[in-house]
């Protein structure tokens, strides 16, 4: 069992300071206790317009935001929002060696349990690919007439049996 950490999943407030450089810049983070976050930030008009994390981290304690990759920018701010990466009773995979993949369960705690799973990247990668995903029309056809209801969807994932029927989720959109 390890701790399970927040990552960053927004900003607070934004201040958008004065006297920027307009152009989108690589958001500095920095300090707190973790890694692995980045972002990028927009100055229009010289001032920070927009704030997009592209990788949340890993974090016990709240980074700060820099905004110095923009030339001239003065007085810019914004707290980083931390947020559990994963929930409880969710699973992630993790790396736990070369090209290997290990399956972790998030329990109370937060903490995170090693499932004991194990598959390399690539089967990783072609299981989630060979998914279908979103709901599929259903279609069929009746006396031998093709029939086609768009409003009337299935969930591939959904689908299950039981004593020798099929039930399919739908939902009426």
Same mark, same amino acid.
């Given at each position: 069992?390890?701790?399970?950490?927040?990552?960053?999943?927004?900003?607070?407030?934004?201040?958008?300071?004065?006297?920027?450089?307009?152009?989108?810049?690589?958001?500095?983070?920095?300090?707190?206790?973790?890694?692995?976050?980045?972002?990028?930030?927009? /100055? &229009? !008009?010289? *001032?920070?317009?927009?704030?997009?994390?592209? #990788? %949340?981290?890993?974090?016990?304690? =709240?980074?700060?935001? $820099?905004?110095?990759?923009?030339?001239?920018?003065?007085?810019?701010?914004?707290?980083?929002?931390?947020?559990?990466?994963?929930?409880?009773?969710?699973?992630?995979?993790?790396?736990?060696?070369?090209?290997?993949?290990?399956?972790?369960?998030? /329990? &109370? !705690?937060? *903490?995170?349990?090693?499932?004991?799973?194990? #598959? %390399?990247?690539?089967?990783?990668? =072609?299981?989630?690919? $060979?998914?279908?995903?979103?709901?599929?029309?259903?279609?069929?056809?009746?006396?031998?007439?093709?029939?086609?209801?768009?409003?009337?969807?299935?969930?591939?994932?959904?689908?299950?049996?039981?004593?020798?029927?099929?039930?399919?989720?739908?939902?009426?959109?």
């Amino acid at each position: 069992m390890w701790a399970v950490g927040f990552g960053i999943v927004g900003s607070g407030a934004l201040v958008g300071g004065a006297g920027g450089t307009d152009g989108t810049f690589d958001l500095a983070i920095t300090g707190g206790v973790g890694s692995g976050a980045a972002g990028r930030f927009i /100055v &229009a !008009g010289g *001032v920070v317009t927009m704030i997009l994390i592209t #990788a %949340s981290g890993s974090y016990t304690t =709240a980074p700060a935001f $820099s905004f110095g990759a923009s030339a001239g920018l003065a007085g810019a701010s914004a707290p980083p929002v931390l947020a559990r990466n994963v929930e409880v009773g969710e699973y992630f995979w993790t790396e736990i060696g070369a090209g290997i993949l290990g399956m972790d369960n998030v /329990v &109370a !705690g937060p *903490v995170a349990i090693d499932t004991g799973v194990r #598959a %390399s990247a690539a089967e990783v990668i =072609a299981l989630i690919g $060979s998914r279908t995903v979103g709901p599929v029309a259903i279609t069929g056809s009746v006396g031998g007439t093709a029939i086609t209801n768009t409003s009337v969807y299935y969930w591939p994932g959904s689908l299950s049996h039981g004593r020798n029927r099929r039930q399919v989720a739908c939902c009426l959109c």
